[in-house]
């Protein structure tokens, strides 16, 4: 049975960055790709960025450019999201999600979430 | 960029209704098209992809229609399990969902 399992809670301040760790178990971690989906409270949800892990390739939204770095770690079949320059509009659920195999396909697994608060 | 919009955002229904929630594209986006359920607090969970197929292990009162820019999500008789918000998603360019649709008691 695949498992995504990420990391807790984090509090951050304005102009920081937060490192978001999903780790997968179940499966085979090399054979789909794993994308980033943010919710912000109340709202709906957005698709930030996904890589290929096999790959080591990575795309994201428009709206993040430059604020979004997306990594895996294939010996520990760990997917890494790193959000910087954090604003209070950044306060979010951020959800991992597999997507099987390489290609553009819907998310069969999501992690539980990892609450992320930006606030002074 | 691909625009995703639900109608209606909020729905009032009754168990054992009919449901449909509509989902357009602001352009084609033949049937890649998926369909989740979130309830509170949880993350959203897979019920239809490819515009019509189920996933695995959901409930066959769950259906979905649709090609082209127009799709609908059908729940044929609404169990007290179904009370949730839905979300449509395209994936034929990178992904976008809809603002979501509430299914709430009437």
């Known amino acids: 049975q695949v498992q995504l399992v990420q990391s807790g809670a984090e509090v951050k301040k304005p102009g920081s960055s937060v490192k978001v760790s999903c780790k997968a178990s179940g499966g085979t971690f090399n054979s789909y790709t794993i994308s980033w989906v943010r919710q912000a409270p109340g709202q709906g949800l957005e698709w930030m960025g996904r890589?290929?892990?096999?790959?080591?390739?990575?795309n994201h939204a428009q709206k993040f450019q430059g604020r979004v770095t997306i990594t895996a770690d294939e010996s520990t079949s760990t997917a890494y999201m790193e959000l910087s320059s954090l604003r209070s509009e950044d306060t979010a659920v951020y959800y991992c999600a597999r997507g099987p195999g390489y290609v553009l396909t819907a998310f069969d697994y999501w992690g539980q979430g990892t609450l992320v608060t930006v606030s002074a | 960029d691909i625009q995703m919009t639900q109608s209606p955002s909020t729905l009032s229904a009754s168990v054992g209704d009919r449901v449909t929630i509509t989902c357009r594209a602001n352009q084609t986006i033949s049937s890649w098209l998926a369909w989740y359920q979130q309830k509170p607090g949880k993350a959203p969970k897979l019920l239809i992809y490819k515009a019509s197929s189920l996933e695995s292990g959901v409930p066959s009162r769950f259906s979905g229609s649709g090609s082209g820019t127009e799709f609908t999500l059908t729940i044929s008789s609404l169990q007290p399990d179904d009370f949730a918000t839905y979300y449509c998603?395209?994936?034929?360019?990178?992904?976008?969902f809809g603002q979501g649709t509430k299914v709430e008691i009437k």
């Open positions: 998603q395209q994936y034929i360019t990178y992904w976008t």
């Open positions: 890589i290929i892990p096999i790959f080591g390739t990575s």
